[in-house]
């Protein structure tokens, strides 16, 4: 199994930028396909990022295109969450994932079965 800390979390103003990070022990990161999700009071947990074992593939989902970038750097055991340009609207628990399944279901949200504790984001208008 995967242990996973997410960590980067915190409170920033509209237009900033934070970057989270989702450190893996127990096993290699590199095994997993990755993602993170969030979850905002009163909705459910959405997937909006992912990323193949390698790296070499990456998705998004709508709300987050182009201002949210995923990496992972199995060197180091980490994956990460760069997110620009933030929104009030981005304001949720951010969770971190690991996928058993192979990396064709790495856009599957019913795919991830390894989850870190959270990290708390707020954005203030």
């Known amino acids: 199994q995967v242990q996973l800390v997410e960590s980067g979390g915190g409170l920033v103003q509209a237009g900033g930028s934070l970057r989270l990070s989702c450190a893996a022990s127990?096993?290699?990161?590199?095994?997993?396909?990755m993602g993170w999700f969030r979850q905002a009071p009163g909705n459910e947990r959405d997937l909006i990022a992912a990323?193949?074992?390698?790296?070499?593939?990456?998705s998004y989902a709508d709300s987050v295109k182009g201002r949210f970038t995923i990496s992972r750097d199995n060197a180091k055991n980490t994956v990460y969450l760069q997110m620009n340009s933030l929104k009030p609207e981005d304001t949720a628990v951010y969770y971190c994932?690991?996928?058993?399944?192979?990396?064709?279901?790495?856009?599957?949200?019913?795919?991830?079965?390894?989850w870190g504790q959270g990290t708390q984001v707020t954005v203030s208008s």
């Open positions: 127990g096993r290699t990161v590199s095994g997993y396909p």
């Open positions: 994932a690991a996928s058993s399944y192979s990396s064709p279901r790495y856009r599957d949200p019913s795919a991830y079965d390894y």
């Open positions: 990323i193949t074992l390698s790296g070499g593939s990456t």
